[in-house]
């Protein structure tokens, strides 16, 4: 069963410091999306992504976020200046045109900032 | 904006009893999907089960059933015949599919744990 997956599983950088979260959607989907978990608190939506653009971002998602498609098979979230409080496990989702209620999600990356 | 609210932060069952997790939310859209999602220790978001506003009979998958109460905004998740495997935390999420994001907002999550 294709599966979404993302790298890498842990990644621990200094504050200040740039990262870039990478996700393999499930190949033929085309909707994309950013989620992120604090320990011990709810999935909070950050930005969903679709035909080479932004369709919708939350408040968290401010101008340190950043998402690209680089190359048609991977999907990243980059943070530009890391903070203590960035630290979380960041999950990639995906879903075609035809299933859009069914996003399938990776296994996450946890970011710990120190 | 929706939210989504779970009231019960924890709850026990015994291996092979019921368990009912209660989730209610608010929207003013009618649009809308409403899902179960089970996370396990791995943290793996795992979708569980799947309600469509437009649908009046209660979706089932297998020892996974919900209760559906539009009007009042409810929609509970009933675990029958508990397994070990059950244990995790349970997220309540909606969708509103006329929205261009299609994002999910998710409740604060009950954690199940089922005793042998």
């Known amino acids: 069963e294709p599966e979404v997956t993302q790298t890498p599983s842990h990644q621990v950088t200094q504050m200040g410091q740039e990262v870039i979260l990478r996700c393999v959607p499930i190949s033929n989907h085309l909707y994309f999306y950013w989620y992120r978990q604090i320990l011990g608190q709810k999935v909070e939506f950050l930005v969903s992504f679709y035909n080479n653009e932004i369709s919708e971002k939350s408040e968290i998602f401010d101008d340190q976020f950043s998402v690209e498609r680089p190359d048609g098979s991977n999907f990243t979230l980059k943070i530009r200046s890391t903070k203590l409080e960035d630290s979380a496990m960041y999950f990639c989702?995906?879903?075609?045109?035809?299933?859009?209620?069914?996003?399938?999600f990776g296994p996450g990356t946890r970011l710990t900032v120190t | 904006a929706q939210t989504v609210t779970q009231s019960q932060p924890e709850m026990s069952v015994q291996e092979a009893e019921t368990v009912t997790l209660s989730c209610t939310y608010d929207t003013s859209e009618n649009n809308y999907y409403l899902f179960w999602y089970k996370q396990p220790p791995s943290r793996q978001m795992i979708l569980v089960i799947r309600?469509?506003?437009?649908?009046?009979q209660n979706a089932t998958e297998n020892r996974f059933s919900v209760n559906f109460q539009k009007a009042a905004k409810s929609f509970s998740l009933k675990i029958s015949d508990s397994q070990l495997g059950d244990t995790a935390m349970y997220f309540c999420a909606f969708m509103n599919y006329k929205a261009a994001g299609n994002k999910l907002t998710f409740g604060g999550g009950t954690r199940v744990l089922v005793k042998p």
């Open positions: 309600q469509e506003a437009y649908k009046q």
């Open positions: 989702a995906s879903t075609d045109k035809a299933f859009l209620y069914e996003q399938y």
